[in-house]
């Protein structure tokens, strides 16, 4: 079945100790993202990348990092989570994206994040 | 402040009845989405919109991509409760330097009772 997979689905953590939510997609999609939702505020877009060692800065990419060393993972890490950082973080991919590209998004289930 | 703007946040209502959500802009975008979601569950892609003045429907859903590429509208007719849900638009800037950026609405919570 063709999904995006993250875990884990929910963490509760403390301020400052790192943390990675996984992402994998099985779809051979070159692009994919991380967006964090927030009620009243939507999606907003942390980092995204076109392909392999290529990523790129989002809306909100303060306190994050990503890599993207294979084209199925995209993990986001959280080198030193702050509660400002407490939100649902969802993961996408794409066949590639951009412009008038009508390729459409594929979303993970979430994961809930609190930091205490 | 949001680039895209989408009203109204809230909306409930009857079976039956008819509703607009809104997607506004200063800003033209090369071409925009509407996604649904349910809770516990990402947003679905219901649509693209590519050209202004671009009309396409899905069943009782009709989406309108505005001339100047700046605004989209969805149209629900005869809302039964499997529409309820959040609906999302989002978009890429025209001519942006950051190909590959997503922006997206603040959401609309609709709920349609029985």
């Known amino acids: 079945e063709a999904q995006v997979t993250q875990n884990p689905r929910y963490l509760i953590t403390v301020t400052g100790k790192k943390l990675t939510v996984t992402c994998s997609q099985n779809?051979?999609?070159?692009?994919m993202s991380w967006y964090r939702q927030d009620p009243g505020l939507g999606l907003r877009q942390i980092y995204y990348?076109?392909?392999?060692?290529?990523?790129d800065k989002g809306d909100v990419p303060e306190g994050y990092k990503v890599s993207r060393k294979e084209k199925r993972n995209f993990p986001l890490i959280l080198e030193s989570p702050s509660p400002n950082q407490t939100s649902l973080y969802f993961c996408?991919?794409?066949?590639?994206?951009?412009?008038?590209?009508?390729?459409?998004?594929?979303f993970g289930n979430g994961t809930r994040l609190t930091v205490t | 402040t949001q680039l895209l703007e989408q009203s109204p946040q809230f909306l409930s209502i009857q079976e039956g009845e008819n509703l607009t959500v809104y997607c506004n802009s200063s800003?033209?975008?090369?071409?925009l989405q509407w996604y649904r979601q349910e809770p516990g569950e990402g947003p679905v892609l219901l649509v693209t919109?590519?050209?202004?003045?671009e009309v396409k429907k899905l069943k009782r859903l009709t989406f309108q991509f505005g001339d100047a590429r700046k605004d989209s509208s969805l149209h629900i007719t005869a809302a039964q409760p499997g529409d309820t849900g959040l609906y999302l638009c989002?978009?890429?800037?025209?001519?942006?330097?950051?190909?590959?950026?997503?922006?997206f609405g603040q959401g609309t919570i609709l709920t349609v009772h029985p």
């Open positions: 996408a991919s794409s066949f590639l994206q951009g412009y008038a590209s009508d390729s459409p998004l594929h």
């Open positions: 779809m051979n999609h070159e692009y």
């Open positions: 990348s076109m392909n392999v060692e290529v990523t």
């Open positions: 800003s033209v975008f090369s071409s």
């Open positions: 919109v590519v050209t202004g003045g």
């Open positions: 989002a978009g890429f800037l025209a001519g942006g330097t950051s190909y590959g950026k997503l922006t």
